[in-house]
């Protein structure tokens, strides 16, 4: 298996631009988490799915950002309109339902 | 609910020296354990878990942890550092009512000196 796949891996974008973010999760697997990790406040869980469908977007900061699962091999998350405090590594991770979570390698987001 | 606190930010030791790094938990419930292991540039990868089976568990590259439930503790050991341990370690806490979400503690980052 090719593990969890992240696109695209690096991502600079400007102010007030849309930004997209992808992940494939690992076949079989039914729970897909997506996470940010900065210095200042480490590895935040933002939202996660189960079967496809939200259950906890609490950690999600505004509504600038959302996230779709339209099926089990396929997530998003948009950030619109991108802003500097964006700036973060965000990574896609899934689980198959023992609660171990596999990790994918991560985007890293600049916003200038 | 649950809770991991790791209790060092940063740990320092000489390649060949045993390696600590300290965890200790909050749960209502039976608790899932685990270590992640996070170098440079790189996603998060699983060291070991605990899930109520042995409370020693033996996970990659040499690590291990032990379960200790009157402590409330899940420390991760290495009998001897070598220089690609190197990295920031996360104890992480996962419920049965968390619905599959993990707790991360703040993460310890492993310095290893030759």
């Known amino acids: 298996d ?8 690096h991502e600079v974008t400007e102010m007030g631009q849309e930004v997209t973010l992808r992940c494939k ?19 935040e869980l933002l939202i996660y799915f189960n079967n496809n469908v939200p259950i906890d977007d609490s950690g999600m900061p505004e509504d600038r950002f959302s996230a779709k699962m339209p099926n089990a091999s396929f997530s998003t998350l948009k950030i619109q309109p991108s802003e500097p405090r964006d700036s973060a590594v965000y990574f896609c991770a899934s689980s ?15 916003v200038l | ?28 419930y039976s608790p899932s ?12 990868q699983l060291l070991l878990k605990y899930t ?8 990659i590259n040499g690590f291990e942890a032990e379960f200790k439930k009157s402590e409330t503790s899940f420390h991760l050991t290495k009998p001897s550092a070598h220089m690609s341990d190197a990295a920031e370690y ?11 979400k993990l707790i991360f503690g703040q993460g310890t980052e492993l310095s290893v000196k030759p």
């Open chain 2, 90 to 100: 996360f104890c992480v806490v996962s419920g049965n009512n968390q619905g599959g």
């Open chain 1, 2 to 9: 090719a593990g969890v796949i992240q696109s695209p891996r």
């Open chain 2, 33 to 44: 354990l685990f270590w992640y292991v996070q170098h440079p540039n790189k996603g998060l």
């Open chain 1, 25 to 43: 999760p690992i076949s079989g697997h039914n729970s897909l988490f997506w996470y940010r990790q900065t210095m200042m406040r480490g590895l």
């Open chain 2, 52 to 59: 109520s089976a042995a409370t020693l568990v033996k996970g």
């Open chain 2, 1 to 28: 609910a649950q809770s991991v606190t790791q209790l060092d930010s940063h740990v320092s030791v000489s390649e060949g020296t045993p390696v600590l790094l300290r965890c200790n938990y909050s749960s209502s």
């Open chain 1, 96 to 110: 198959g339902g023992d609660n171990e979570q596999f990790f994918g390698p991560g985007t890293r987001l600049t």
